[in-house]
């Protein structure tokens, strides 16, 4: 069963940076064909991709939202996927989860992901 622990949440203000990780375990998708991302959520409204990368780390997808503020990497070596937030702002704040997914033939998909961490909170203020 794949285990995703998420830490690096807090509480920052405005314009201030914030850097989350989440250590994957238990992954048994074949030649590293799987996708780590990031999404975020408040009680009443859907979850939000917000940063996704492929395995190898070649390719990275970010919603319009977060572009130019917020980067993904990985580290494969550690298994551990983190998310880089920037200049961060209120509208910044929610519950932020980490998520894997198969890896398609046209990249990450956000409804492709399937195994969800626990979420570690992020207050802008």
């Known amino acids: 069963h794949v285990q995703l622990v998420e830490s690096g949440g807090g509480s920052v203000q405005a314009g201030g940076s914030l850097r989350l990780s989440c250590e994957a375990s238990?992954?048994?998708?074949?030649?590293?064909?799987?996708?780590m991302g990031w999404f975020r959520q408040v009680p009443g409204r859907e979850r939000e991709g917000v940063a996704a990368i492929s395995a190898r780390g070649v390719s990275t997808y970010y919603s319009d939202s977060v572009k130019g503020r917020f980067t993904i990497s990985v580290d494969n070596a550690k298994n551990t996927v983190y998310l880089q937030m920037n200049s961060l702002k209120p509208e910044d704040t929610d519950m932020y989860y980490c998520?894997?997914?198969?890896?398609?033939?046209?990249?990450?998909?956000?409804?492709?992901?399937?195994?969800w961490g626990q979420g570690t909170q992020v207050t802008v203020s």
């Open positions: 238990r992954l048994k998708y074949p030649d590293r064909s799987y996708c």
């Open positions: 998520a894997t997914g198969h890896l398609y033939v046209n990249g990450c998909l956000w409804i492709g992901f399937r195994y």
